[in-house]
């Protein structure tokens, strides 16, 4: 699977796999009952998706354009520190308005859910690869056109 299809299921299921696991967290931490936690949380997973499409197109772009394409550690930990980092800055003033908290604690709050969301990133990123073949982005030149020329 690749091009926007690949893009749409892999961003759908990232998020509804974060709002399993934040709605429950919310509600833990700050007591608001889980309907409003989940609420937040499909607001929180709202910007994400729209985040998600926005990085991951600027990153295989990037990827594209490098001499060695291949998704090694190094290259997922950069994809998972530029993903969470940019949406932690996005989210911060998002939670800050949402739960009536300053900006520090939705800042730390933030940074609790991007420690959670840098793994999970890590190991959904890999798991959806090993599902559905990385994307052409991250495949040699030859193998890329191979593929291209067979479909």
């Known amino acids: 699977m690749q091009g926007v299809p690949r893009k749409i299921l892999q961003a759908i299921l990232y998020e509804a796999g974060g709002v399993l696991f934040v709605a429950p967290a919310l509600t833990l931490i700050y007591q ?3 309907g409003y ?4 949380s499909l607001v929180i997973s709202g910007v994400a998706l729209g ?3 926005l990085f991951n197109g600027a990153f295989e772009w990037w990827e594209r354009r490098q001499h060695n394409r291949q998704r090694n550690w190094q290259r997922r930990l950069l994809h998972s520190l530029g993903f969470e980092g940019g949406l932690t800055l996005i989210l911060t003033p998002v939670i800050a308005a949402w739960l009536g908290i300053s900006l520090w604690l939705a800042l730390v709050t933030n940074l609790g859910l991007f420690v959670f969301f840098f793994f999970y990133s890590l ?3 890999w798991g959806f690869d090993r599902v559905f ?3 052409l982005s991250a495949q040699s030149a030859q193998t890329s056109t191979s593929k291209a020329n067979a479909t």
Request: charged share 5%; hydrophobic share 50%; net charge negative.
């Open 32 to 34: 608001q009952g889980m």
């Open 37 to 40: 936690s989940t609420l937040l």
């Open 51 to 53: 985040w998600n499409m």
């Open 123 to 125: 190991v959904f990123q």
């Open 133 to 135: 073949d990385v994307p």
